[in-house]
């Protein structure tokens, strides 16, 4: 087993998606915000030649990192895709979706007036759970500080009503920080 720090947000995310995807054939993952690409590195290399990876991000500049990121790693099973994540279904035709993975907020390093909104991510995630695969789950990471905590209240307000019947619904949070570290959230089906 990998020793990671679970308080280690994204690196807790790519833990519990590696340990269930991990040797799995024919996977469809999303990374709903390409921004620096990292988690679209890591999906790529998770399912290398046995799986495709789209990503999603409405900043050029965030899908050129994450192109030569790709690039300079060998990736080749990907598709960039400059658009809104609620777009989601207009690029993946009729391919039910095993992983997808939000890391909401802000680029780092960038003009932190465009973020990521609640509308749209909450229309992204409807969209990803029409075409979730029986063994498919979405991992939300979920920031309070870029927004003063708006997004993730939102998200939260609209994952809690999911049907319990045919969905769970994860939470997961550092409860003994004073920065307002981000929330996990996890829908999967049952």
């Not at 290398?48 to 080749?76: P, S």
């Not at 391919?95 to 749209?120: E, H, M, W």
């Not at 309070?144 to 998200?155: F, V, W, Y």
Request: aromatic share 12%; with cysteine.
């Amino acid at each position: 087993m990998i020793d990671i720090k679970y308080g280690q947000i994204v690196d807790f995310v790519h833990f519990l998606v590696e340990n269930s995807y991990k040797n799995k054939d024919n996977l469809t993952l999303v990374d709903a915000t390409a921004g620096n690409g990292f988690d679209t590195l890591f999906l790529c290399n998770l399912v290398k030649n046995r799986g495709y990876v789209y990503a999603f991000d409405i900043q050029e500049d965030a899908i050129n990192k994450t192109q030569l990121l790709l690039e300079q790693n060998f990736c080749i099973n990907y598709k960039l895709i400059v658009d809104s994540h609620e777009n989601v279904l207009d690029y993946i035709e009729d391919k039910q979706i095993d992983v997808a993975l939000f890391n909401l907020g802000y680029l780092p390093n960038s003009d932190k007036k465009i973020r990521t909104n609640y509308n749209s991510s909450i229309n992204a995630i409807k969209n990803i759970i029409s075409r979730l695969s029986n063994q498919g789950r979405i991992y939300i990471s979920a920031y309070k500080l870029h927004d003063n905590g708006e997004e993730a209240r939102n998200i939260h307000d609209f994952i809690w009503l999911l049907n319990k019947r045919e969905y769970n619904v994860i939470q997961i949070k550092l409860i003994n920080k004073e920065n307002s570290p981000p929330e996990i959230y996890i829908i999967e089906k049952k």
